[in-house]
């Protein structure tokens, strides 16, 4: 028993954290801000908890645990969205807490430098990659469906966000996507900044 304990503190943190749901990070701090250190560039959003509490604090657990350094965007369209968060280098998947009620009907749109959660065609599949708008995708809004949750704006690094947009991609035929960087696009870290206030 002591051996299976040990193996789950060591291995297995995000176990562990899954009981708490972000909340905790700078309780009393209604837009956080997180600086993510790119191989482009720095971006720094702020997320919005008092129209997307679910889904900014889930971001949150994974600036927390360090989960997001060292992922890649793997998935780019130019004048769509950058998604990332989901794979390290190697397209190994990363682990992730538990899917996240869609929050998509908060009001807020997925304007231009909004940055939103993906997930599966399943409307609470997300988890833990996210995207940045690349335009206003009004597409991406609920309407007669479920839509994408926003939960956080660019505040700085939108020339960044620019210059990924137009990388190459190709079809990458051992994974089977579509729009796929060719030379790797990497999000070194992810950090929550001070509270301002």
């Given at each position: 028993m002591k051996s299976l304990l040990?193996?789950?503190?060591?291995?297995?943190?995000?176990?562990?954290?899954?009981?708490?749901?972000?909340?905790?990070?700078?309780?009393?701090?209604?837009?956080?801000?997180?600086?993510?250190?790119?191989?482009?560039?720095?971006?720094?959003?702020?997320?919005?908890?008092?129209?997307?509490?679910?889904?900014?604090?889930?971001?949150?657990?994974?600036?927390?645990?360090?989960?997001?350094?060292?992922?890649?965007?793997?998935?780019?369209?130019?004048?769509?969205?950058?998604?990332?968060?989901?794979?390290?280098?190697?397209?190994?998947?990363?682990?992730?807490?538990?899917?996240?009620?869609?929050?998509?009907?908060?009001?807020?749109?997925?304007?231009?430098?909004?940055v939103a959660m993906a997930r599966q065609n399943e409307p609470h599949s997300a988890n833990r990659q996210f995207f940045f708008n690349l335009k206003d995708n009004d597409s991406l809004d609920p309407g007669k469906h479920w839509g994408y949750a926003v939960f956080a704006v660019v505040s700085s690094g939108m020339d960044v966000i620019d210059k990924m947009a137009e990388v190459e991609t190709h079809y990458d035929a051992e994974l089977g996507w579509n729009d796929v960087p060719v030379k790797p696009v990497m999000l070194i870290s992810a950090r929550l900044l001070p509270q301002e206030f």
């Open positions: 040990l193996f789950l503190v060591i291995f297995c943190p995000l176990c562990f954290a899954a009981a708490e749901d972000g909340s905790q990070i700078q309780p009393d701090n209604l837009f956080p801000r997180v600086k993510l250190v790119t191989s482009m560039g720095e971006i720094v959003i702020e997320l919005d908890r008092y129209k997307s509490p679910i889904t900014a604090n889930n971001f949150l657990r994974y600036v927390d645990k360090k989960s997001y350094d060292n992922t890649i965007f793997h998935r780019i369209v130019p004048d769509f969205v950058v998604q990332g968060g989901g794979y390290d280098k190697d397209f190994n998947e990363q682990p992730k807490f538990g899917d996240i009620f869609n929050e998509s009907g908060n009001g807020s749109k997925n304007a231009i430098y909004t």
